[in-house]
């Protein structure tokens, strides 16, 4: 099957500017994530969705950023505006709904460069 | 917040030689995976072991996991350059509505 699909694969923005990133899931997985990666640290969960819903957007610092997934399918995770410190990597993944121990699969990801 | 941490954060060793890396945890768990991740790219999935396993195999990786520790380890054997990677443990956690929790990870970098 294929991946999950994230673009673009690199991002260079100036500090207030806007950035928006894509991911487009396994097919069928109804559960999506993004995850924030700062470099030397682990991924943090930013946002979970459950088909186009929101499941968990505690740790998504709501004043500047935003993600949608209309349809169920795509998502898009947008910046606006951008931090010096929103520099990182943002990950995308999905996963099936075969139980609990089904693991997760996760995109390649976007690393985004705030100047 | 993180859920996982790992311990060493670094670990060097000559290729042949194995690696081990440890990881502890706050919360109960569902399960506990373990994933790698080559200069900041994407994480690929190595192996996830179930709350009511010990001990799961996958190749040259040999997962434990320590309920009444909170902990687990990862050991890779016969270390290989190409293994050389960032190594993080992720918990998904009961009531946690299926999320992964990550650690701050392991650098391994193995010599030729």
């Known amino acids: 099957e294929a991946g999950v699909a994230q673009s673009p694969r690199y991002k260079i923005i100036e500090k207030r500017q806007s950035v928006a990133f894509w991911c487009n899931p396994i097919s069928g997985h109804a559960t999506l994530y993004w995850y924030q990666q700062i470099l030397g640290q682990g991924p943090k969960l930013l946002i979970q969705?459950?088909?186009?819903?929101?499941?968990?957007d505690s740790q998504l610092p709501k004043d500047r950023f935003s993600a949608e997934r209309l349809k169920g399918v795509d998502s898009t995770l947008k910046i606006q505006p951008a931090k010096l410190e929103d520099s990182a990597v943002y990950l995308c993944?999905?996963?099936?709904?075969?139980?609990?121990?089904?693991?997760?699969?996760f995109g390649s990801g976007t690393r985004l460069t705030v100047v | 917040s993180q859920q996982g941490e790992e311990d060493p954060q670094a670990l060097s060793i000559q290729e042949g030689e194995n690696a081990t890396m440890n990881c502890s945890y706050k919360t109960s768990i569902n399960n506990l995976q373990w994933y790698r991740q080559n200069s900041g790219r994407g994480l690929v999935h190595l192996i996830l072991?179930?709350?009511?396993?010990r001990e799961k195999h996958s190749g040259r990786l040999r997962v434990t996991l320590d309920t009444s520790k909170k902990s687990s380890s990862l050991l890779i054997t016969a270390s290989r350059a190409a293994d050389t990677a960032s190594y993080f443990c992720?918990?998904?956690?009961?009531?946690?509505?299926?999320?992964?929790?990550f650690g701050a990870g392991t650098t391994v970098t193995v010599r030729a």
């Open positions: 969705f459950q088909n186009n819903g929101v499941v968990d």
């Open positions: 072991i179930r709350s009511n396993e």
């Open positions: 992720a918990t998904d956690a009961w009531g946690n509505n299926y999320k992964l929790s």
């Open positions: 993944a999905s996963r099936g709904n075969r139980g609990f121990s089904y693991g997760y699969t």
